[in-house]
Protein backbone atom coordinates (compact mmCIF):
# COMPACT_ATOMS: atom_id res chain seq x y z
CA UNK A 1 0.00 0.00 0.00
CA UNK A 2 1.72 3.55 -1.09
CA UNK A 3 1.58 6.06 2.00
CA UNK A 4 1.23 9.76 0.82
CA UNK A 5 3.89 11.56 3.12
CA UNK A 6 1.66 14.82 3.53
CA UNK A 7 -1.65 15.79 5.13
CA UNK A 8 -4.22 16.65 3.15
CA UNK A 9 -5.98 19.92 2.11
CA UNK A 10 -9.22 18.56 4.37
CA UNK A 11 -7.06 17.71 7.40
CA UNK A 12 -5.36 21.18 7.18
CA UNK A 13 -8.61 22.83 6.80
CA UNK A 14 -10.36 21.04 9.64
CA UNK A 15 -7.56 21.93 11.90
CA UNK A 16 -7.63 25.57 10.86
CA UNK A 17 -11.64 25.71 11.34
CA UNK A 18 -11.00 24.30 15.17
CA UNK A 19 -8.37 26.91 16.08
CA UNK A 20 -10.90 29.50 15.01
CA UNK A 21 -13.94 28.18 17.21
CA UNK A 22 -12.70 29.79 20.68
CA UNK A 23 -10.09 32.44 21.23
CA UNK A 24 -7.30 31.03 22.31
CA UNK A 25 -5.97 31.65 25.81
CA UNK A 26 -1.83 31.49 26.85
CA UNK A 27 0.18 28.54 28.32
CA UNK A 28 0.55 29.29 31.86
CA UNK A 29 3.99 28.16 33.27
CA UNK A 30 2.16 28.41 36.89
CA UNK A 31 -1.25 28.47 38.71
CA UNK A 32 -1.87 30.04 41.95
CA UNK A 33 -2.83 27.88 44.61
CA UNK A 34 -2.44 24.46 42.43
CA UNK A 35 -0.72 21.90 44.38
CA UNK A 36 3.28 21.03 42.85
CA UNK A 37 3.16 18.56 41.05
CA UNK A 38 2.61 14.73 43.57
CA UNK A 39 4.97 12.59 41.36
CA UNK A 40 8.50 13.66 39.64
CA UNK A 41 8.37 13.41 35.81
CA UNK A 42 10.50 13.89 32.41
CA UNK A 43 9.59 15.47 29.15
CA UNK A 44 10.24 15.66 26.16
CA UNK A 45 12.75 18.45 25.34
CA UNK A 46 9.95 19.87 22.20
CA UNK A 47 7.38 19.87 24.82
CA UNK A 48 6.82 21.68 28.13
CA UNK A 49 4.02 21.00 30.99
CA UNK A 50 2.08 23.00 33.81
CA UNK A 51 0.01 21.46 36.42
CA UNK A 52 -3.15 23.29 36.47
CA UNK A 53 -5.43 21.07 38.33
CA UNK A 54 -5.00 19.02 41.53
CA UNK A 55 -6.99 17.91 44.75
CA UNK A 56 -9.47 16.12 41.69
CA UNK A 57 -11.35 12.55 42.76
CA UNK A 58 -9.71 9.96 40.12
CA UNK A 59 -10.09 12.13 37.23
CA UNK A 60 -10.93 9.67 33.89
CA UNK A 61 -12.08 11.73 31.24
CA UNK A 62 -11.69 15.10 29.85
CA UNK A 63 -13.53 16.90 27.02
CA UNK A 64 -14.36 20.51 25.64
CA UNK A 65 -17.44 21.65 25.58
CA UNK A 66 -17.53 25.01 22.23
CA UNK A 67 -17.02 27.60 24.98
CA UNK A 68 -13.98 25.81 25.48
CA UNK A 69 -15.15 24.76 28.91
CA UNK A 70 -13.21 21.75 30.30
CA UNK A 71 -15.79 18.87 31.45
CA UNK A 72 -14.13 16.47 33.67
CA UNK A 73 -15.50 13.27 34.81
CA UNK A 74 -14.49 12.28 38.47
CA UNK A 75 -14.67 8.28 39.02
CA UNK A 76 -16.91 7.70 42.00
CA UNK A 77 -18.13 11.46 42.15
CA UNK A 78 -19.97 12.75 38.43
CA UNK A 79 -19.11 15.03 36.10
CA UNK A 80 -17.38 18.67 36.88
CA UNK A 81 -16.80 21.61 34.49
CA UNK A 82 -13.98 24.52 34.44
CA UNK A 83 -13.71 27.87 33.36
CA UNK A 84 -10.35 29.46 32.06
CA UNK A 85 -8.99 32.64 32.91
CA UNK A 86 -6.60 35.20 30.63
CA UNK A 87 -3.54 33.52 32.56
CA UNK A 88 -4.60 30.23 31.42
CA UNK A 89 -5.67 28.63 34.25
CA UNK A 90 -8.88 27.40 35.72
CA UNK A 91 -10.66 30.26 37.70
CA UNK A 92 -13.94 28.22 38.36
CA UNK A 93 -14.53 24.74 38.95
CA UNK A 94 -18.89 23.05 39.42
CA UNK A 95 -20.12 20.10 40.00
CA UNK A 96 -22.37 19.50 36.50
CA UNK A 97 -23.96 16.53 37.71
CA UNK A 98 -23.22 14.27 40.79
CA UNK A 99 -23.22 10.45 40.78
CA UNK A 100 -20.99 7.44 42.15
CA UNK A 101 -21.98 5.50 39.77
CA UNK A 102 -20.02 7.53 36.53
CA UNK A 103 -16.29 5.55 36.29
CA UNK A 104 -15.31 6.25 32.84
CA UNK A 105 -17.52 7.52 30.16
CA UNK A 106 -17.79 10.91 29.17
CA UNK A 107 -18.84 12.35 25.84
CA UNK A 108 -20.40 15.18 23.70
CA UNK A 109 -22.11 15.61 20.71
CA UNK A 110 -20.44 17.72 17.53
CA UNK A 111 -22.63 20.31 18.10
CA UNK A 112 -21.87 20.36 22.24
CA UNK A 113 -25.82 20.20 22.71
CA UNK A 114 -26.22 16.66 24.23
CA UNK A 115 -24.02 15.24 26.84
CA UNK A 116 -22.93 11.50 27.09
CA UNK A 117 -21.66 9.71 29.95
CA UNK A 118 -21.57 5.89 31.71
CA UNK A 119 -21.75 3.51 34.46
CA UNK A 120 -20.63 0.10 34.68
CA UNK A 121 -24.49 -1.16 33.55
CA UNK A 122 -25.54 1.89 32.09
CA UNK A 123 -25.24 4.99 29.21
CA UNK A 124 -27.51 7.75 30.14
CA UNK A 125 -28.04 11.34 27.86
CA UNK A 126 -28.39 14.94 28.98
CA UNK A 127 -29.87 18.40 26.93
CA UNK A 128 -26.17 20.21 28.00
CA UNK A 129 -26.11 24.40 27.75
CA UNK A 130 -22.15 25.46 27.47
CA UNK A 131 -23.54 28.93 28.20
CA UNK A 132 -25.36 28.07 31.65
CA UNK A 133 -22.91 24.57 32.36
CA UNK A 134 -25.72 22.83 33.10
CA UNK A 135 -27.63 19.29 32.23
CA UNK A 136 -31.32 18.50 31.93
CA UNK A 137 -33.52 15.78 31.03
CA UNK A 138 -31.40 12.38 31.94
CA UNK A 139 -32.40 9.84 29.88
CA UNK A 140 -31.26 6.54 29.66
CA UNK A 141 -29.44 5.12 25.96
CA UNK A 142 -28.07 1.65 27.01
CA UNK A 143 -28.57 -0.53 30.06
CA UNK A 144 -27.92 -4.01 31.06
CA UNK A 145 -24.30 -4.23 29.95
CA UNK A 146 -22.25 -6.73 31.79
CA UNK A 147 -20.30 -6.44 35.28
CA UNK A 148 -16.96 -7.67 35.76
CA UNK A 149 -13.57 -6.49 36.54
CA UNK A 150 -12.85 -4.43 33.72
CA UNK A 151 -15.76 -2.03 34.80
CA UNK A 152 -15.32 1.39 32.70
CA UNK A 153 -17.32 1.71 29.60
CA UNK A 154 -15.79 4.28 27.45
CA UNK A 155 -18.29 5.87 25.14
CA UNK A 156 -17.72 8.51 21.87
CA UNK A 157 -20.00 9.81 19.58
CA UNK A 158 -19.83 9.78 15.88
CA UNK A 159 -18.63 13.52 14.56
CA UNK A 160 -19.98 12.38 11.29
CA UNK A 161 -22.75 10.90 12.39
CA UNK A 162 -24.28 11.86 15.91
CA UNK A 163 -26.64 9.71 16.28
CA UNK A 164 -24.20 7.00 16.44
CA UNK A 165 -23.12 6.17 20.01
CA UNK A 166 -20.31 3.86 20.44
CA UNK A 167 -19.52 1.49 23.63
CA UNK A 168 -17.20 0.13 24.62
CA UNK A 169 -16.98 -3.40 27.08
CA UNK A 170 -14.33 -5.54 28.77
CA UNK A 171 -14.00 -9.24 29.16
CA UNK A 172 -15.21 -9.69 32.90
CA UNK A 173 -12.17 -12.03 33.91
CA UNK A 174 -8.39 -12.89 32.42
CA UNK A 175 -9.44 -15.75 30.15
CA UNK A 176 -13.58 -15.09 29.58
CA UNK A 177 -14.10 -17.89 27.20
CA UNK A 178 -17.54 -17.05 26.62
CA UNK A 179 -16.36 -14.01 24.66
CA UNK A 180 -15.61 -16.13 21.59
CA UNK A 181 -19.66 -15.60 20.96
CA UNK A 182 -20.30 -11.62 20.47
CA UNK A 183 -23.55 -12.14 22.21
CA UNK A 184 -21.92 -12.72 25.66
CA UNK A 185 -21.77 -8.66 25.21
CA UNK A 186 -18.37 -8.23 26.91
CA UNK A 187 -14.88 -8.06 25.50
CA UNK A 188 -16.43 -5.84 22.22
CA UNK A 189 -17.13 -2.33 21.02
CA UNK A 190 -20.62 -2.23 19.50
CA UNK A 191 -22.79 0.69 17.69
CA UNK A 192 -25.84 2.21 18.86
CA UNK A 193 -28.23 4.62 16.65
CA UNK A 194 -30.44 6.65 18.92
CA UNK A 195 -32.80 7.99 16.10
CA UNK A 196 -34.27 4.08 15.97
CA UNK A 197 -33.89 3.55 19.85
CA UNK A 198 -36.52 2.34 21.90
CA UNK A 199 -38.53 4.67 24.58
CA UNK A 200 -36.31 3.14 27.25
CA UNK A 201 -33.26 2.59 25.46
CA UNK A 202 -31.18 -0.08 24.20
CA UNK A 203 -30.32 -3.31 25.75
CA UNK A 204 -26.79 -3.93 25.30
CA UNK A 205 -26.41 -7.44 24.56
CA UNK A 206 -29.95 -7.89 22.47
CA UNK A 207 -29.12 -3.67 20.92
CA UNK A 208 -26.87 -2.19 17.79
CA UNK A 209 -24.52 -3.53 15.86
CA UNK A 210 -21.20 -4.90 16.81
CA UNK A 211 -18.09 -2.72 15.69
CA UNK A 212 -15.63 -5.25 16.93
CA UNK A 213 -15.72 -8.51 19.47
CA UNK A 214 -12.15 -10.17 20.69
CA UNK A 215 -11.43 -6.45 21.90
CA UNK A 216 -10.25 -7.94 25.39
CA UNK A 217 -10.42 -4.38 26.94
CA UNK A 218 -10.43 -1.74 24.27
CA UNK A 219 -10.79 1.21 26.33
CA UNK A 220 -9.22 4.25 24.23
CA UNK A 221 -11.72 5.05 22.07
CA UNK A 222 -11.37 7.47 18.82
CA UNK A 223 -12.14 8.92 15.33
CA UNK A 224 -9.89 9.73 12.49
CA UNK A 225 -11.04 12.52 10.08
CA UNK A 226 -13.57 9.58 8.12
CA UNK A 227 -15.16 9.12 11.14
CA UNK A 228 -13.72 5.51 11.79
CA UNK A 229 -12.47 4.60 15.14
CA UNK A 230 -9.39 3.54 16.61
CA UNK A 231 -9.07 1.64 19.84
CA UNK A 232 -6.12 0.70 22.34
CA UNK A 233 -6.19 -2.52 23.82
CA UNK A 234 -5.00 -3.85 27.05
CA UNK A 235 -4.25 -7.05 26.58
CA UNK A 236 -3.71 -10.50 28.94
CA UNK A 237 -2.01 -11.20 32.08
CA UNK A 238 -0.40 -13.91 33.46
CA UNK A 239 0.80 -15.93 30.55
CA UNK A 240 2.26 -18.94 29.92
CA UNK A 241 2.76 -20.62 26.57
CA UNK A 242 2.72 -24.44 26.34
CA UNK A 243 3.82 -25.98 23.39
CA UNK A 244 5.46 -29.80 22.73
CA UNK A 245 4.47 -30.56 26.98
CA UNK A 246 5.88 -27.88 28.30
CA UNK A 247 4.86 -24.82 29.54
CA UNK A 248 7.01 -21.19 29.68
CA UNK A 249 6.42 -18.05 31.22
CA UNK A 250 6.48 -15.44 28.60
CA UNK A 251 4.37 -12.72 31.18
CA UNK A 252 6.80 -9.81 31.40
CA UNK A 253 6.90 -9.04 27.39
CA UNK A 254 3.79 -10.64 26.24
CA UNK A 255 1.38 -10.26 25.18
CA UNK A 256 1.53 -6.73 23.23
CA UNK A 257 -1.04 -3.98 24.16
CA UNK A 258 -2.69 -3.26 20.59
CA UNK A 259 -3.27 -0.51 18.44
CA UNK A 260 -6.78 -1.45 16.62
CA UNK A 261 -8.50 -0.05 13.37
CA UNK A 262 -11.70 -0.71 14.41
CA UNK A 263 -13.18 0.44 11.43
CA UNK A 264 -16.28 2.39 10.18
CA UNK A 265 -19.44 2.62 12.67
CA UNK A 266 -21.37 3.27 9.60
CA UNK A 267 -20.72 -0.20 7.84
CA UNK A 268 -19.32 -2.32 10.60
CA UNK A 269 -16.56 -5.07 8.78
CA UNK A 270 -18.20 -8.51 7.81
CA UNK A 271 -16.04 -10.23 9.90
CA UNK A 272 -15.23 -7.99 13.50
CA UNK A 273 -13.37 -10.61 15.73
CA UNK A 274 -9.93 -8.84 16.71
CA UNK A 275 -8.87 -12.30 18.68
CA UNK A 276 -9.85 -12.66 21.92
CA UNK A 277 -9.44 -14.91 23.63
CA UNK A 278 -8.09 -17.07 21.37
CA UNK A 279 -5.19 -15.37 19.30
CA UNK A 280 -2.69 -12.48 20.76
CA UNK A 281 -0.34 -10.38 19.41
CA UNK A 282 3.71 -10.46 19.77
CA UNK A 283 5.66 -8.23 21.35
CA UNK A 284 8.63 -9.84 22.02
CA UNK A 285 8.95 -13.17 19.99
CA UNK A 286 12.33 -14.14 21.33
CA UNK A 287 10.53 -15.21 24.47
CA UNK A 288 8.39 -18.14 22.47
CA UNK A 289 11.29 -19.97 21.34
CA UNK A 290 9.09 -22.85 19.61
CA UNK A 291 8.07 -21.15 16.74
CA UNK A 292 11.14 -18.58 15.26
CA UNK A 293 8.49 -17.42 12.78
CA UNK A 294 6.98 -14.92 14.84
CA UNK A 295 7.82 -11.45 15.20
CA UNK A 296 6.73 -8.05 16.78
CA UNK A 297 2.95 -7.64 15.39
CA UNK A 298 2.18 -11.82 14.84
CA UNK A 299 -0.58 -13.24 16.38
CA UNK A 300 -0.39 -16.25 18.71
CA UNK A 301 -2.19 -18.85 20.86
CA UNK A 302 -0.90 -19.87 24.33
CA UNK A 303 -1.27 -23.24 23.45
CA UNK A 304 -1.21 -24.21 19.69
CA UNK A 305 -1.97 -27.83 19.12
CA UNK A 306 -3.26 -29.89 15.80
CA UNK A 307 -6.79 -28.45 15.57
CA UNK A 308 -5.49 -24.59 16.17
CA UNK A 309 -2.26 -22.78 16.08
CA UNK A 310 -0.19 -19.32 15.68
CA UNK A 311 -0.56 -19.78 11.74
CA UNK A 312 -4.58 -20.56 12.17
CA UNK A 313 -5.14 -16.82 13.62
CA UNK A 314 -3.86 -15.38 9.91
CA UNK A 315 -7.23 -14.10 8.28
CA UNK A 316 -9.47 -15.02 10.99
CA UNK A 317 -8.38 -12.48 14.01
CA UNK A 318 -7.88 -8.87 12.79
CA UNK A 319 -4.11 -8.00 13.82
CA UNK A 320 -3.59 -4.57 15.25
CA UNK A 321 -2.20 -2.36 12.99
CA UNK A 322 0.61 -1.43 15.83
CA UNK A 323 1.90 -2.75 18.99
CA UNK A 324 3.19 -1.98 22.32
CA UNK A 325 4.95 -3.31 25.09
CA UNK A 326 3.11 -5.91 27.48
CA UNK A 327 0.97 -4.53 30.17
CA UNK A 328 1.46 -0.62 30.14
CA UNK A 329 -2.56 0.24 29.58
CA UNK A 330 -3.55 1.85 27.39
CA UNK A 331 -6.42 4.40 28.56
CA UNK A 332 -6.81 7.69 26.25
CA UNK A 333 -6.11 8.12 22.80
CA UNK A 334 -6.64 11.39 20.55
CA UNK A 335 -5.10 12.69 16.93
CA UNK A 336 -3.96 16.53 16.97
CA UNK A 337 -6.02 19.06 14.55
CA UNK A 338 -3.87 18.04 12.16
CA UNK A 339 -4.12 14.65 12.14
CA UNK A 340 -0.40 14.23 12.03
CA UNK A 341 -0.49 12.05 15.33
CA UNK A 342 -2.37 9.77 17.64
CA UNK A 343 -1.67 10.32 21.28
CA UNK A 344 -2.34 7.84 24.11
CA UNK A 345 -1.96 7.67 27.72
CA UNK A 346 -0.77 4.54 29.42
CA UNK A 347 -1.58 4.12 33.02
CA UNK A 348 1.33 1.57 33.77
CA UNK A 349 2.20 -1.82 34.50
CA UNK A 350 1.33 -3.89 37.62
CA UNK A 351 2.26 -7.20 36.20
CA UNK A 352 5.67 -7.07 35.14
CA UNK A 353 8.86 -6.02 37.38
CA UNK A 354 10.62 -3.74 36.22
CA UNK A 355 7.34 -1.81 35.73
CA UNK A 356 7.05 0.10 32.44
CA UNK A 357 3.90 2.73 31.07
CA UNK A 358 3.19 6.02 32.59
CA UNK A 359 3.40 8.19 29.85
CA UNK A 360 1.63 9.51 27.12
CA UNK A 361 3.41 8.65 23.28
CA UNK A 362 2.84 10.34 20.49
CA UNK A 363 2.45 7.87 17.31
CA UNK A 364 3.08 9.28 13.44
CA UNK A 365 -0.04 8.93 11.47
CA UNK A 366 -0.45 9.17 7.33
CA UNK A 367 -3.26 9.21 5.21
CA UNK A 368 -2.97 6.36 2.93
CA UNK A 369 -3.60 6.56 -1.14
CA UNK A 370 -7.12 4.00 -0.61
CA UNK A 371 -7.73 7.81 1.62
CA UNK A 372 -7.45 5.81 4.82
CA UNK A 373 -5.53 6.65 7.84
CA UNK A 374 -2.56 4.24 9.35
CA UNK A 375 1.01 4.35 11.69
CA UNK A 376 3.50 5.91 9.90
CA UNK A 377 5.64 3.05 11.14
CA UNK A 378 4.80 -0.81 10.33
CA UNK A 379 2.75 -3.29 12.34
CA UNK A 380 5.91 -5.30 13.27
CA UNK A 381 7.90 -1.94 14.97
CA UNK A 382 8.83 -1.36 18.04
CA UNK A 383 9.48 2.11 17.46
CA UNK A 384 6.48 3.62 16.17
CA UNK A 385 5.98 5.92 18.90
CA UNK A 386 8.07 8.33 21.40
CA UNK A 387 7.74 9.01 24.81
CA UNK A 388 6.26 12.98 25.46
CA UNK A 389 6.03 12.59 28.91
CA UNK A 390 5.98 10.14 31.34
CA UNK A 391 7.12 8.86 35.07
CA UNK A 392 10.94 9.77 36.34
CA UNK A 393 11.86 6.38 37.13
CA UNK A 394 9.24 3.87 35.36
CA UNK A 395 10.93 1.03 35.82
CA UNK A 396 10.25 1.19 39.88
CA UNK A 397 6.94 2.22 39.91
CA UNK A 398 4.39 -0.16 42.07
CA UNK A 399 1.01 -0.38 41.28
CA UNK A 400 -0.91 -2.49 43.83
CA UNK A 401 -4.70 -1.57 42.36
CA UNK A 402 -6.11 0.46 39.73
CA UNK A 403 -5.78 4.13 41.51
CA UNK A 404 -2.71 3.17 43.93
CA UNK A 405 0.33 3.65 42.56
CA UNK A 406 4.00 5.56 43.84
CA UNK A 407 4.28 7.01 40.29
CA UNK A 408 1.13 9.29 38.55
CA UNK A 409 -1.21 7.10 36.45
CA UNK A 410 -1.91 8.96 33.06
CA UNK A 411 -5.55 8.52 32.22
CA UNK A 412 -7.72 11.21 30.35
CA UNK A 413 -6.31 12.96 27.45
CA UNK A 414 -7.64 15.71 25.55
CA UNK A 415 -7.11 18.88 22.84
CA UNK A 416 -8.71 22.69 23.71
CA UNK A 417 -10.89 23.60 21.22
CA UNK A 418 -8.24 25.40 19.48
CA UNK A 419 -6.33 22.47 19.04
CA UNK A 420 -2.96 24.05 20.42
CA UNK A 421 -2.60 22.69 24.31
CA UNK A 422 -2.79 18.89 25.14
CA UNK A 423 -4.48 17.96 28.77
CA UNK A 424 -3.94 14.96 30.79
CA UNK A 425 -4.81 13.96 34.36
CA UNK A 426 -3.67 11.78 36.39
CA UNK A 427 -5.99 9.79 38.39
CA UNK A 428 -4.16 8.35 41.42
CA UNK A 429 -5.87 8.06 44.52
CA UNK A 430 -3.48 10.02 46.12
CA UNK A 431 -4.35 12.90 44.10
CA UNK A 432 -5.90 14.01 40.69
CA UNK A 433 -4.29 15.88 38.92
CA UNK A 434 -4.88 17.54 35.68
CA UNK A 435 -1.75 18.94 33.21
CA UNK A 436 -1.78 21.23 30.13
CA UNK A 437 1.05 20.80 27.48
CA UNK A 438 2.04 22.19 24.12
CA UNK A 439 4.64 21.48 21.68
CA UNK A 440 7.86 24.38 22.07
CA UNK A 441 8.11 26.98 19.70
Not at 32 to 52: C, H, L, M, N, Q
Not at 98 to 116: E, F
Request: charged content about 15%.
Amino acid sequence: MHLLTTVTTVAALMGQALSQDVPSTPFPTTCSGVAAPRYPYTIDDGWEATKIVSGLRQPRTILFDPLGHMLVLQATMGISVHTFGEDGCVNSTKTLFQSAGLNHGLSLSPDGKTLYASSQTTAWSWAYDPAAMTVTGQKVIVSGISQGIHSTRTIVVSPKNPNLVVISVGSNANWDTATIDPAAGRAIVKVFDLSAAPANGYSFNTGGKVLAYGTRNEVALTFDPNGHVWGAENSGDDFRRTANGQATDIHIDNPAEELNYLGDPEAPFEDPWFGYPTCFTVWEPSTIKDNTALKTGSQFVVAPNNTFNDASCDGKSRPPSLSFPAHMAPISNTFDAAYENMYITFHGSWDRQPAQGYFVAEVPFQKTEDGLYAPVAAPDSKTGYKNIIGAQSPGSCNSPSLTMSTCWRLAALSWDKAGEKLFVSSDNSAQGEIFVMRKKA
